[in-house]
Structure formats: structure tokens, C-alpha cells
T-cell receptor
């Protein structure tokens, strides 16, 4: 069974550009969350989507947006990139239920130059 | 506010036992997770506690005290491959708030 898949794996962008990151959850999982992990820190919550509805948003500027599609895959968009946006962007999927764990994808390593 | 504290680094010897502590102060609580993360890789799920007490899974055990806002991850019979970052995360509603991670170095 395929796990959580993210694309691309690595990306280099210039300041001011826009980027779109993609995530496909585990089959049957309807919830997708996005996290930003800066080197040496723990992941920081950006967005959560369930059944195409935004369920939560972390403390990130409006330059960050996301959406979930009918097949439960998701995209994270970041506009007007800053050097500080350089990080590992992780997608996690989970099934409904409080006791269920989150399975993370391998992430997209974004470098802004 | 939300605050999750864990030691930055720990070192241990192969075959030994190590305990990684985590204290938390969060506005909500729906369980505590421990994840292992090797450099450049995704976090992988280790354990989940929602009630007080000890959960054991092979070489790994995790303990929770909700009244004290405290958890620990216990790793037994350490192996070189256990060298990694260990992340403590509290679930609030349906989101996870992570600590900064504890880098564990296992030496021969």
C-alpha cells in the first residue's frame, strides 16, 4: 500500500516567486494536514483539511493557502516567497478518530534563494 | 499559550536504556504522540498516550501524567540505528503541536 506521497521532493525558488506543493494521502484517509519544519526545530502546523473543508489554520501569513480536492489530495500554495520560507514541508494524513495517528509523507524540501 | 519542552540533545551507549522527557502546557489535550525522525526523513509514529500510565511496545515505552503535564519515552537495548531526533507532540482538537525535538546520539 502506498503511504503519503508528496511532490516534488526538492525545490529551489527565488524570492518573490510562488510555489505549489502537492500531497496524496493514504487511501481511505480523508484528513490532510500541512506542517513546516525549519532545520533544528519541530514541525509547525500550517493547515488541516477534512472532507475538503478547512478545519484549522496555524499562525502563518495569508501568503500561505491550501485546498483539498474530491479525491482527498491536497495542495499547499505559498506566494511572494521569502528566504525564511526555506524549510521542509510535511504533509500528514489521518483517518477519522481521535486515537488515530498521523502518517507523514517524506516532505518537500523548499529552498528560497 | 502553548509550550512543549524537551531536552535538546542526549547521548547514550549501545545496549543501554535512555529516557527522554517532555513537559507540556497547552490549551487543549486530546493525546500525546512520540515520533522518531532521522535526518532528512519524515517523522515516523512511535507511540500514543491519551490516558495516564505506561504504554509498552517492544523496546519502546511511553508514559503520561496528565495532571503533571508530563510524558517520557523510554528506549531499551539501544541500537546504533536509534540515533535520531525524537519529537513529542500534543494533539489539540485535530492538530498536533510539536516540541523542538531531542537529538539522541547512540555511541558504540
Amino acid at each position: 500500500d502506498a503511504g503519503v506521497t508528496q511532490s516534488p521532493t526538492h525545490l529551489i525558488k527565488t524570492r518573490g516567486q510562488q510555489v505549489t506543493l502537492r500531497c496524496s494521502p493514504i487511501s481511505g484517509h480523508k484528513s490532510v494536514s500541512w506542517y513546516q519544519q525549519v532545520l533544528g526545530q519541530g514541525p509547525q502546523f500550517i493547515f488541516q483539511y477534512y472532507e475538503k473543508e478547512e478545519r484549522g489554520r496555524g499562525n502563518f501569513p495569508d501568503r500561505f493557502s491550501a485546498r483539498q480536492f474530491p479525491n482527498y489530495s491536497s495542495e499547499l500554495n505559498v506566494n511572494a516567497l521569502l528566504l525564511g520560507d526555506s524549510a521542509l514541508y510535511l504533509c500528514a494524513s489521518s483517518s477519522e478518530g481521535r486515537g488515530n495517528g498521523y502518517t507523514f509523507g517524506s516532505g518537500t524540501r523548499l529552498t528560497v534563494v | 499559550g502553548q509550550n512543549i519542552d524537551q531536552p535538546t540533545e542526549m547521548t547514550a551507549t549501545e545496549g543501554a536504556i535512555v529516557q527522554i522527557n517532555c513537559t507540556y502546557q497547552t490549551s487543549g489535550f486530546n493525546g500525546l504522540f512520540w515520533y522518531q525522525q532521522h535526518a532528512g526523513e519524515a517523522p515516523t509514529f512511535l507511540s500514543y498516550n491519551v490516558l495516564d500510565g505506561l504504554e509498552e511496545k517492544g523496546r519502546f515505552s511511553s508514559f503520561l501524567s496528565r495532571s503533571k503535564g508530563y510524558s517520557y519515552l523510554l528506549l531499551k537495548e539501544l541500537q546504533m540505528k536509534d540515533s535520531a531526533s525524537y519529537l513529542c507532540a500534543v494533539r489539540e482538537d485535530s492538530t498536533l503541536t510539536f516540541g523542538k525535538g531531542t537529538m539522541l546520539l547512540v555511541s558504540p
